[in-house]
């Protein structure tokens, strides 16, 4: 099965603690169908003052350089929108929580799931909730 390669802004490697505008450093992590895997730290180079280039725009390029085998970046908060930003090949989520919190639900989602063909995982049931499941279905039998 194919895993997504994901880049977490966060010095710590317990949250996810820097902005898409701070980011100094990412933890690179394969997120799979049954969890997740840390690859590696990734230190960020300063970049140089370039008058001709806006600092955002620099810096937002300089990341893309260095997470250029990820298709995911997590961040405290983007700053110029909220919730999701899609930059060329990679999509900025804000995810102000801690990071297994955040890898665990990209590898349950539903829609990650879905677009990279991994089976949907199986959500455990209650004995009462199953009862009133098969109640139901012999309830709807009965009135045909």
Do not use: H
């Not at 820097?18 to 230190?43: A, H, M």
């Not at 140089?48 to 990341?63: K, L, M, Q, S």
């Not at 298709?71 to 919730?83: F, M, T």
């Not at 090949?89 to 995810?95: L, R």
């Amino acid at each position: 099965m194919s895993s997504i390669r994901v880049a977490v802004a966060s010095t710590d490697g317990i949250d996810i603690d820097q902005s898409l505008k701070q980011t100094s450093c990412f933890r690179i992590y394969d997120v799979e169908p049954d969890g997740f895997n840390f690859v590696e730290f990734r230190e960020s180079r300063e970049l140089p003052a370039d008058p001709a280039v806006g600092v955002f725009t620099g810096r937002v390029g300089r990341i893309l350089e260095e997470i250029s085998d990820c298709s995911i970046l997590l961040v405290r908060d983007i700053g110029v929108c909220w919730g999701k930003l899609r930059i060329d090949w990679v999509t900025v989520y804000e995810a102000p929580m801690p990071v297994r919190k955040a890898l665990a639900k990209l590898s349950e989602s539903v829609l990650f799931r879905r677009e990279l063909n991994w089976p949907a995982r199986a959500q455990p049931q209650s004995e009462e909730a199953y009862s009133s499941g098969i109640r139901k279905v012999i309830s709807i039998a009965d009135q045909r």
